[in-house]
């Protein structure tokens, strides 16, 4: 299975502030990689397809980069609403895998 | 409105079954793949199963291959799951969840259901 790796686990963060995380793939996956956000209580929500495809009706502060192994998650401007726990996805081979997740928290 | 609803959980001992359905509205569900997907309480998000836009394949997570099932009617717009000798580790909120490729191999999730919980305990 591919296993995807995903820093940090957490972070604390201000409005406005600019926000990276990174996921990791023990192979390469091409850009077969998603990004989803989930609040508590709430289903996930897909911000990011093939790795840099901004989903419809999410806002462009949400930027997608990567491809092979090394992929990255960039929110340029945190605002109040972005406060989640965000996972990334592979799917380039079943069984499909998440990572970890990383809670962006408020500093 | 576009949505995916389902139902079917509750509490169950161990060894145990249980039949999942997910109701989907507002787009042509008999286009597109159909998944499983489930997360243990505080955990993270686990992949479960795929099934076909025309039921022709099914995948699974290895840690349940043999126990459950993956079906779906096109003709009732509603996926299923059939969870057989369920154990506690089984025990998550399961969600259903639409691909993002029309008729296309297992990609990712792009509309979600609210999820049903399934406890296992005896």
């Known amino acids: 299975d591919i296993q995807m790796t995903q820093s940090p686990s957490s972070l604390s963060a201000s409005v406005g502030d600019r926000v990276t995380i990174t996921c990791r793939a023990s192979q390469t996956i091409s850009s077969y990689l998603n990004w989803y956000q989930q609040k508590p209580g709430k289903a996930p929500k897909l911000l990011i397809y093939?790795?840099?495809s901004l989903q419809s009706g999410v806002p462009s502060r949400f930027r997608g980069s990567g491809s092979g192994t090394d992929f990255t998650l960039t929110i340029s401007s945190l605002q109040p609403e972005d406060f989640a726990t965000y996972y990334c996805q592979q799917s380039y081979t079943t069984p499909l895998t998440f990572g970890q997740g990383t809670k962006v928290e408020i500093k | 409105q576009v949505q995916l609803v389902e139902s079917g959980g509750g509490v169950v001992q161990p060894g145990g079954s249980l039949r999942l359905s997910c109701a989907a509205s507002g787009f042509i569900f008999s286009s597109y793949g159909m998944h499983w997907v489930r997360q243990a309480p505080g955990k993270g998000l686990e992949w479960v199963a795929f099934i076909r836009y025309d039921g022709s394949n099914t995948y699974y997570t290895d840690s349940v291959k043999g126990r459950f099932t993956i079906s779906r009617d096109n003709s009732r717009n509603t996926l299923y799951l059939q969870m057989d000798s369920l154990r506690v580790g089984d025990t998550a909120l399961y969600y259903c969840?639409?691909?993002?490729?029309?008729?296309?191999?297992?990609?990712?999730?792009?509309?979600w259901g609210q999820g049903t919980m399934v406890t296992v305990s005896s």
């Open positions: 093939t790795a840099t």
């Open positions: 969840a639409k691909d993002i490729v029309v008729a296309g191999p297992p990609d990712g999730f792009d509309l």
